[in-house]
T-cell receptor
Framework: DAKTTQPPSMDCAEGRAANLPCNHS???????VYWYRQIHSQGPQYIIH???NNETNEMASLIITEDRKSSTLILPHATLRDTAVYYC??????????????FGTGTSLTVIP | GAGVSQSPRYKVAKRGQDVALRCDPI?????LFWYQQALGQGPEFLTY????????KSGLPSDRFFAERPEGSVSTLKIQRTQQEDSAVYLC??????????????FGPGTRLTVL
C-alpha cells in the first residue's frame, strides 16, 4: 500500500473550514483513499473514503486531485469536538492478506474557540 | 450498544505475566482485525480473521502473541510472558465485508495495557 504524508499538526478556528492535506504520490490505480480520526482515548472513527471522484457525506468532503497523488479532507464548519488526530490511509483492493490499514502518525487538528 | 466492545479497558500486568484481551465485534461482522497502538503513534496491524480463520498474522511482533476467534465471533488476543515493550493500546476492529471490504472498519475503544 502507498505511503502517505501528512503535516503533523494544524490549528483551525471554530466555525471555519478545516482543510487537511495528504500526499500519496505513489498511489496505484486500484487503491482507495480513506480518512479516519481518533479522538483522545477512543478508537479510530471512519470519516470518508474515495477512489477517483470527490466524495461528500454528513461529516466531511474528500477532494482527490486528478492525478490522485494528493487529497484534502474538508470539515466545513469545525467544532471543538472535531479536535482529534486525522489519519489519511491508502489501501488497495481487499484480499485475504494485506488488507489492513496502515495509519501512519496522522495530523493532530486542534480547533480553537 | 451495537458497537465493538473490548475488555478490560485497562490492564496492568507485571513483567512476565500472561494477559488475555477480549474483543466482541459487531454481530454478523465477518472480518476482525487487531491493531497495536504505541503512545504517540498510529495503530499498527497485528492480525486478521475471516470468520474463525486467521488469514493474516504477519503483524504479530513475536511468538508470545497469539490470537484466536474459535466460533467466528468473539476474539481473544493473548500475550504470554509480557514485556515492558508490550505496553500499548490494543484495538479491535470489525467489518461486515470479507477481507474488510471497501468501506469502513468499526473500531472498539481499545484496551490499554501497562506492563510494569
Amino acid at each position: 500500500d502507498a505511503k502517505t504524508t501528512q503535516p503533523p499538526s494544524m490549528d483551525c478556528a471554530e466555525g471555519r473550514a478545516a482543510n487537511l492535506p495528504c500526499n500519496h504520490s505513489t498511489i496505484s490505480g486500484n487503491e482507495y483513499v480513506y480518512w479516519y480520526r481518533q479522538i483522545h482515548s477512543q478508537g479510530p472513527q471512519y470519516i470518508i473514503h474515495g477512489l477517483k471522484n470527490n466524495e461528500t457525506n454528513e461529516m466531511a468532503s474528500l477532494i482527490i486531485t486528478e492525478d490522485r497523488k494528493s487529497s484534502t479532507l474538508i470539515l466545513p464548519h469545525a467544532t471543538l469536538r472535531d479536535t482529534a488526530v486525522y489519519y489519511c490511509i491508502v489501501r488497495g483492493a481487499p484480499s485475504n492478506t494485506g488488507n489492513q490499514f496502515y495509519f501512519g502518525t496522522g495530523t493532530s487538528l486542534t480547533v480553537i474557540p | 450498544g451495537a458497537g465493538v466492545s473490548q475488555s478490560p479497558r485497562y490492564k496492568v500486568a507485571k513483567r512476565g505475566q500472561d494477559v488475555a484481551l477480549r474483543c466482541d465485534p459487531i454481530s454478523g461482522h465477518v472480518s476482525l482485525f487487531w491493531y497495536q497502538q504505541a503512545l504517540g503513534q498510529g495503530p499498527e496491524f497485528l492480525t486478521y480473521f475471516q470468520n474463525e480463520a486467521q488469514l493474516d498474522k504477519s503483524g504479530l511482533p513475536s511468538d508470545r502473541f497469539f490470537a484466536e476467534r474459535p466460533e467466528g465471533s468473539v476474539s481473544t488476543l493473548k500475550i504470554q510472558r509480557t514485556q515492558q515493550e508490550d505496553s500499548a493500546v490494543y484495538l479491535c476492529a470489525s467489518s461486515l465485508r470479507l477481507a474488510g471490504g471497501v468501506g469502513e472498519q468499526f473500531f472498539g475503544p481499545g484496551t490499554r495495557l501497562t506492563v510494569l
